[in-house]
C-alpha cells in the first residue's frame, strides 16, 4: 500500500508540474512532494509492522534503512549542489538513477519472495535514470512521473498481491 500511495504522489506532482502556471516551480514541487510520500509512505509501513508484531521486523526495518539512507542523503546533499551551481537541470535523472541504487541496496534485506520485484523495480529506476540524462530537459518531468508514480504504483500493486497472496 505505502508503494502505491508514494506512487500517486509521484502522480499528482507530475501533472501539478506540467501547468505552465507552476513548471518553474517543478524543484520545490517535487520536494514537497517527496517530503509526502516519505510521510506517508513511512507511516503506512510503519503501521504494517506495528500490526505484524513489533519485535519481528525491527531488525529488518533498521537494516532496510542502514541500505536506503545513505543514497537518499547523497541525493539531498548533491540537489543542493546542483541547484547551488545552476545545473538542477541534472536533478532529475540523479534523482532516479540514486533511488534506484537505494531500491537495489535494499533489495538485499528483504524478504526473498518479494527482493526479486524490488530488485527489478530499481534496476528499472536506474535504467530512467541514465534515460534522464540523455533525454532533453522537457522530458524530464515526465521521467520524474514515470519512476516516482507510474513504477511506484505497479511494483506497489506486484509487491502487495505476493506479500499478502491477494
Known amino acids: 500500500m505505502a508503494g502505491i500511495v508514494m506512487g500517486v504522489i509521484g502522480i499528482l506532482a507530475a ?3 506540467s501547468l505552465p502556471r507552476f513548471a518553474p516551480h517543478w524543484l520545490s514541487i517535487w520536494l514537497v512532494a517527496a517530503a509526502v510520500a516519505l510521510l506517508f509512505g513511512g507511516a503506512l509501513v510503519a503501521r504494517q509492522i506495528a500490526q505484524r508484531g513489533r519485535g519481528r521486523y525491527l531488525g529488518p526495518a533498521r537494516k532496510f ?3 536506503v539512507c545513505p543514497a537518499l542523503l547523497a541525493g539531498a ?3 543542493w549542489v546542483l541547484v547551488t551551481v545552476n545545473m538542477a537541470d541534472i536533478v532529475p535523472g540523479m534523482w532516479l538513477l540514486l533511488y534506484g541504487c ?3 541496496s535494499a533489495s538485499t534485506v528483504i524478504s526473498a519472495a518479494v527482493a526479486r520485484f524490488v530488485c527489478v523495480m530499481g534496476a528499472v529506476f536506474v535504467v530512467l535514470g541514465i534515460l534522464t540524462f540523455v533525454l532533453p530537459a522537457t522530458a524530464h518531468i515526465a ?3 514515470l519512476g516516482f508514480g507510474v513504477l511506484h504504483i505497479v511494483f506497489g500493486i506486484l509487491i502487495g498481491r505476493l506479500a499478502h497472496g491477494d
Open 15 to 17: 501533472v501539478v508540474v
Open 65 to 67: 534503512l542502514l541500505c
Open 77 to 79: 546533499v548533491l540537489t
Open 102 to 104: 537505494a531500491v537495489l
Open 143 to 145: 521521467m520524474l512521473g
